[in-house]
């Protein structure tokens, strides 16, 4: 039978319908689609695409399950690396990593082993509960902070050994990022407390509103017992431009929008938390939070919605799949700009006036691209006397994270670099002797997929460095 040389379509709500609605965008395959996509796989000798997942799953090995609908024994294989399979098959650039090395991607359109890893992961989802076979008890304790991609699959990875593992998430939900900067219609919060459930039920403790830094220090930590300390406690310092108007009522961080709007729940009718709701919303940026923060606006009763982004659409950060369903939306994308000034009401005759010190427009210039710059990307330089305004009540910087220094400035002898990421050897080890860390608070703001990459190493090298003193 001749190979389908396009991947299968993934289905999706109407554009016109989820504009309006926080339910998941993408629906996922049927059981014949995902067989039949399965069956484009060549099974390779090499297994390219395995060294383009940063966790190793054993891709063409569960996709094989597939073909046989065997969809348990696919489950089994992917769960032998990823802890976060549901995860995973939704928000991991899988375009730029395992698909991006498919063989059938020389002459066709790569495998979709994304979509099909969402598909075993949600076909186990809907099984009823399988009893979780709890490790011996090693007799070590470890502790882990932060309960985001890589937290949660250090802690998942060491508890299958048999570990002792407290996780600290400073917030009253676990999930890190997952929950409070991933939209709901990217990730459904149940498919995040769907994993940390089975997390639990490895004999993994949750200890939530925990501010590692503050409540309890790492140092205190190794008092209360803990062997080792894996820090995985993020990138949640946002940055902004430095430029003026910053400080005006209606201006936000991507994080705090998106934290507002996912965790706190913003987005009903009589939420607990404030937050900006319709007029015209301008986000400054191009990556995955950028798109993330402007759909989420949107859906929040914007009545237009700007991506303002300084270079041109092909240098755009962002997933191929999110700009184009943020564009289907009809976010409006204004590329080669780039914002100089926020602008504000003022009324100084009534210093009282309940308008003044709010946002009512954006003042940018257009860009052209230059020379490139040390990462080779041509670098945007400013075309003088092209300044224009948009019109905007609101104004979301989505122009990355920093780590917080909290942890940094509680624990001595904890080494960083220029940009606040904690230094570590390949194996995680920081410069503290049993305290290793990864993810965004190493490498800044990252992917999922990447963070748990990190995870998985710290845990083996927690594994090595504790079973050399039993």
């Not at 940026?285 to 402007?294: I, K, P, Q, S």
């Not at 009540?393 to 220094?405: K, L, Q, R």
Request: glycine share 12%.
């Amino acid at each position: 039978m001749p190979i389908n040389p396009k991947k299968h379509e993934m289905p999706t709500q109407a554009a016109e319908v989820r504009a309006h609605n926080f339910k998941e965008v993408a629906l996922g395959y049927e059981m014949k689609t995902a067989v039949d996509e399965a069956a484009r796989c060549l099974n390779c000798k090499n297994k390219p695409c395995v060294q383009g997942c940063p966790v190793n799953i054993s891709i063409p090995e569960f996709i094989g399950c597939i073909k046989k609908e065997d969809f348990q024994g696919a489950y089994d294989v992917i769960t032998k690396s990823s802890s976060l399979p549901a995860v995973c098959g939704r928000v991991c650039p899988q375009e730029t990593q395992c698909e991006s090395k498919c063989t059938l991607g020389v002459k066709f359109e790569p495998v979709g082993i994304g979509r099909l890893e969402r598909f075993v992961a949600d076909w186990h989802n809907a099984q009823e509960d399988v009893a979780v076979t709890v490790p011996e008890p090693n007799g070590h304790k470890v502790a882990v902070v932060g309960s985001g991609p890589s937290g949660l699959t250090c802690a998942g990875d060491l508890a299958k050994k048999g570990y002792k593992v407290s996780v600290f998430e400073a917030l009253h939900t676990a999930g890190g990022v997952l929950v409070y900067g991933i939209p709901e219609f990217r990730l459904p919060k149940s498919i995040v407390a769907k994993e940390v459930e089975g997390l639990k039920k490895l004999g993994v403790d949750i200890e939530t509103n925990v501010v590692i830094g503050k409540t309890l220090t790492i140092d205190e930590l190794f008092g209360m017992g803990y062997e080792a300390v894996f820090v995985g406690s993020g990138a949640g310092l946002p940055n902004f431009m430095g430029i003026p108007g910053e400080a005006l009522k209606g201006v936000y961080s991507a994080n705090e929008f998106l934290t507002r709007s996912n965790l706190m729940k913003a987005y009903e009718s009589d939420p607990d938390t404030p937050i900006m709701k319709g007029g015209n919303v301008a986000v400054v940026g191009g990556g995955n939070v950028a798109m993330d923060a402007a759909r989420t606006a949107l859906r929040l009763g914007a009545e237009h919605v700007y991506i303002v982004y300084r270079r041109s659409l092909k240098e755009l950060p962002a997933r191929k799949e999110e700009v184009e369903h943020a564009m289907e939306e009809g976010i409006d994308f204004r590329l080669l700009n780039n914002p100089v000034e926020i602008l504000g009401y003022s009324n100084p005759d009534d210093p009282r006036d309940p308008k003044n010190g709010f946002v009512t427009g954006m003042k940018c210039i257009k860009m052209e691209l230059g020379e490139p710059d040390a990462k080779g990307r041509r670098r945007p330089v400013p075309i003088e006397g092209s300044e224009f305004v948009l019109d905007v009540d609101t104004v979301i910087m989505a122009i990355g994270t920093s780590p917080n220094p909290l942890i940094k400035n509680t624990t001595k002898g904890l080494e960083v670099n220029a940009h606040g990421g904690i230094i570590v050897n390949e194996d995680g080890l920081t410069s503290r002797t049993g305290v290793y860390a990864g993810g965004d608070a190493v490498t800044g703001a990252a992917t999922v997929i990447s963070a748990m990459g990190a995870g998985k190493v710290a845990a083996k090298a927690i594994d090595e460095y504790l079973s050399a003193k039993n």
